[in-house]
């Protein structure tokens, strides 16, 4: 007599993206891809960096994100798990970057106490290099409260290159925490600056988490506190960067490298092609934005974007090949 099949644990450590509707769909599977199968420089020699994650991916969505989009998750057998949305009591509407209102949904990630490592990476993030390190990295224990090792997370880059009229006056050049690093680019690769480097903010593209209902209770009070967050300029990531100010571990810009970094007279000093574990398509124009035909010509992008592109094509056809045929997977 045969015994029956044992029940799967349910996942400890997982990657997660939160998708709240279909305009983000796109990323979140190339994304999803990219983890199995990361896309990196060729002149990249460390076979472990060329290897897919061993840990699962699991799509958290809202109530906004429509059944339609679901049945795409499912026909490619991405998990996925509803969550709560996260509402603060300010009513600031962030009308210059409407992007912005969904991101406080991002901290919901901090109540999920069935896991014991979420590591949430936007959905407009590309993975180059194997990440499976931060599924380690030390993080506080869920019962210190003075702990200075709440969550990890990249800094911001404070440069404002794209000239935006509304981002703070003191987002300059010399206050970012990346010119810090010009003078030791080959150390970058691997030393983070200090949390308080520059202005001290955080990038919420990565958050490398350990949920704690303590730690969330700190950040549904801080919710709370309409003036403080009514001057908040960017949602999610000045709340924590704010509240848990000491309290975060800095991550190297390699896993999280924003995009414009790599723009030459930004931080292109310090960037480095084959360093970089994942690249993150700030702003509100992505890669699938592009009027780009499967295949065709990529001359017109800037290289981070040919990136994408290129693995975004190759899970297509891995997509087709195993039989799922959609617009998705550009079969219609």
């Known amino acids: 007599m045969t015994n029956p099949p044992q029940k799967q644990s349910p996942p400890k450590r997982i990657w997660a993206s939160l998708i709240t509707n279909m305009s983000y769909l796109p990323g979140l599977?190339?994304?999803?891809?990219?983890?199995?199968?990361?896309?990196?420089?060729?002149?990249?020699?460390?076979?472990?960096?060329?290897?897919?994650?061993k840990y699962p991916f699991v799509a958290f969505y809202t109530s906004t994100f429509p059944?339609?989009?679901?049945?795409?998750?499912?026909?490619?057998?991405?998990?996925?798990?509803?969550?709560?949305?996260?509402?603060?009591?300010?009513?600031?509407?962030?009308?210059?970057?409407?992007?912005?209102?969904e991101t406080?949904?991002?901290?919901?990630?901090?109540?999920l106490e069935q896991y014991e490592r979420v590591v949430l990476l936007d959905g407009d993030i590309l993975v180059r290099r194997n990440m499976d390190s931060l599924m380690e990295l030390p993080l506080d224990d869920e019962t210190d409260a003075e702990g200075s090792?709440?969550?990890?997370?990249?800094?911001?880059?404070?440069?404002?290159?794209?000239?935006?009229a509304h981002y703070p006056a003191n987002w300059i050049p010399s206050n970012c925490a990346?010119?810090?690093?010009?003078?030791?680019?080959?150390?970058?690769?691997?030393?983070?600056?200090?949390?308080?480097s520059g202005v001290g903010m955080l990038n919420s593209g990565v958050?490398?988490?350990?949920p704690s209902a303590r730690v969330y209770s700190e950040i549904t009070t801080a919710l709370q506190e309409t003036a403080r967050i009514e001057r908040y300029d960017f949602p999610d990531q000045e709340l924590l960067s704010d509240f848990f100010a000491g309290r975060?571990?800095?991550?190297?810009?390699?896993y999280n490298a924003l995009k414009t970094l790599r723009i030459e007279g930004v931080h292109d000093s310090i960037w480095r092609d084959s360093e970089v574990r994942a690249v993150h398509y700030i702003f509100a124009k992505k890669p699938w934005h592009e009027e780009v035909v499967e295949g065709g010509d990529l001359s017109g992008l800037d290289e981070t974007g040919v990136w994408w592109w290129r693995a975004n094509w190759e899970r297509m056809m891995a997509e087709r090949g195993v039989g799922v045929l959609d617009e998705f997977s550009g079969s219609e």
Not at 178 to 196: L, R
Request: aromatic share 8%; charged share 15%; hydrophobic share 35%.
């Open 29 to 53: 599977l190339t994304l999803h891809h990219s983890l199995n199968h990361p896309s990196p420089d060729p002149r990249i020699t460390n076979q472990s960096a060329t290897q897919g994650t």
């Open 67 to 101: 059944a339609e989009g679901l049945k795409i998750l499912q026909s490619r057998n991405i998990s996925s798990q509803w969550v709560p949305s996260v509402t603060p009591a300010s009513t600031r509407s962030y009308a210059k970057d409407p992007r912005f209102a």
């Open 104 to 111: 406080w949904n991002k901290l919901v990630v901090f109540s």
């Open 149 to 164: 090792r709440v969550f990890a997370a990249a800094h911001a880059c404070a440069c404002n290159p794209m000239k935006k």
């Open 178 to 196: 990346y010119t810090k690093q010009h003078s030791t680019p080959a150390d970058a690769q691997s030393i983070a600056p200090p949390p308080g």
């Open 207 to 210: 958050l490398v988490v350990r």
């Open 248 to 254: 975060w571990v800095a991550l190297p810009y390699v």
